[in-house]
Structures are given as structure tokens and as C-alpha cells.
């Protein structure tokens, strides 16, 4: 089966323009999640989406970040305006089973420069 | 919120010597994993750790969850080239709505053949 896809691979944007991730989970998969890892830090949470619905958004840095998943498929996350600490890697991971624990497999990555 | 300490930060070693790494928190979790990111790559997972005093192996990788659920180790024996990476531990608290991951730091693995 196709893994977690991501789009674009990398992203390198002056501060204040809007950019949008993209992230294709596997196929079938209702959850998915979106984590982001700033340079020399750990890997965190941003959201959870339950097929299209915001399972949990605790993560989330501020209202500049927008995370949409229509249908219940593929999700983007936008940043609007983007600033320089939005700078890092972002990656999407999509399971079957709600505690993600069954398989949670993560994509690529999205790697956002903002300078 | 709540943080996990991954130790070491980095370390350079050996083909063929042994590894261990840990993962210690301030507050329980009810579930462990760890993960290996390869350059470019989203981490992978290595194996989870379901129960407090659980031991655990898969290959050359063993891990173990703590008795009182707030720490957890990576040993990797008889390392190879191709363990060189970043590991990273995790920990879900679980239940409810709680299925994030919180992750530590990671640990930068090299390996000199």
C-alpha cells in the first residue's frame, strides 16, 4: 500500500506569506495527525483529526495555523502569516485504529523555511 | 505540559559495540515507543511498550518500560553502519481523547564502520 505522502517536500517563504502542507494518509486510514519538529527540538503534537473532524487541536501554536481535512481525506495546514519560529519540519502521520497504535505511520516530512 | 529527557543527545561509536539510550519523564504514561528517523525520512517505529516492567525485543533492539511508568530504554547490540540515525522516544498517556505522542529530544546515533 502507498504511505503517507507529503506535499511539497520543502518550502522556503519570506515572513508573512501564507504557505499550505499538504499530507495524503494512507488509504482508509480515518485518523491523522499532524506533528512538527523545530531545529534541535523534539518532535510535537500540532492535531488529531477523526476522519473530518478536529479530534484534538491542543497542539496547535496559534490562530495563524489552519488545519482543514474536507471529506475526510487528504488535510492541509496552513500558516498565515508565517514567522521566522514557524521554521522546522512538519510531518503527518495517519493510523486505522483511533489509538494510533496499531500502526502510526509517518510521511516524510514537510520542511518549512521562513526567512 | 508534559516532557520528556532523551539521553544522550548525541553519541559516535563502533561497528560492532553496544548502544543504550533512555527516556525519562516527570509524569506516567501508559504507553512507550520508540522510533528511528532516517535523513529525509519520518521516523519509523521500532517497537512499543504496552505495560509498566515490560521487556521487550525485536532483533538486535531490546527495550524496556519502566516499573513505575515514568521512564523507558533502548539497548541496540552489535551496532552496524546502518543504525545511524536519530531515535526518538515517546510516551502516550492514553484514554479519552489523550492518544498524541509526546516525544523526547532523540538521540543522534553514529556509527563508524
Known amino acids: 500500500e502507498a504511505g503517507v505522502t507529503q506535499f511539497p517536500s520543502h518550502s522556503v517563504i519570506e515572513k508573512g506569506q501564507t504557505v499550505t502542507l499538504r499530507c495524503d494518509p494512507i488509504?482508509?486510514?480515518?485518523?491523522l495527525y499532524w506533528y512538527r519538529r523545530v531545529m534541535g527540538k523534539e518532535i510535537k503534537f500540532l492535531l488529531h483529526?477523526?476522519?473530518?473532524?478536529?479530534?484534538?487541536e491542543s497542539g496547535m501554536p496559534n490562530n495563524r495555523f489552519l488545519a482543514e481535512r474536507t471529506g475526510g481525506t487528504y488535510s492541509t495546514l496552513k500558516v498565515q502569516p508565517a514567522e521566522l519560529e514557524d521554521s522546522g519540519v512538519y510531518f503527518c502521520?495517519?493510523?486505522?485504529?483511533?489509538?494510533?497504535?496499531?500502526?502510526?505511520?509517518f510521511g516524510s516530512g514537510t520542511r518549512l523555511t521562513v526567512v | 505540559g508534559q516532557q520528556l529527557n532523551q539521553s544522550p543527545q548525541s553519541m559516535f561509536i563502533q561497528e560492532g559495540e553496544d548502544v543504550s539510550m533512555n527516556c525519562t519523564s516527570s509524569?506516567?504514561?501508559?504507553?512507550w515507543l520508540w522510533y528511528k528517523q532516517d535523513p529525509g525520512e519520518g521516523p519509523v517505529l521500532l517497537i512499543a511498550?504496552?505495560?509498566?516492567?515490560e521487556l521487550t525485543s525485536n532483533g538486535r533492539l531490546t527495550a524496556q518500560f519502566g516499573i513505575t511508568r515514568k521512564d523507558s530504554f533502548l539497548n541496540i547490540s552489535a551496532s552496524i553502519p546502518s543504525d545511524v540515525g536519530i531515535y526518538f522516544c515517546a510516551g502516550q498517556l492514553g484514554g479519552g481523547s489523550n492518544y498524541k505522542l509526546t516525544f523526547g529530544k532523540g538521540t543522534l546515533l553514529t556509527v563508524n564502520p
Open positions: 502521520a495517519s493510523s486505522q485504529d483511533l489509538t494510533g497504535l496499531d500502526g502510526y505511520t
Open positions: 509524569s506516567i504514561f501508559n504507553t
Open positions: 483529526f477523526v476522519k473530518e473532524s478536529k479530534q484534538d
Open positions: 511498550l504496552y505495560k509498566a516492567g
Open positions: 488509504s482508509g486510514h480515518d485518523n
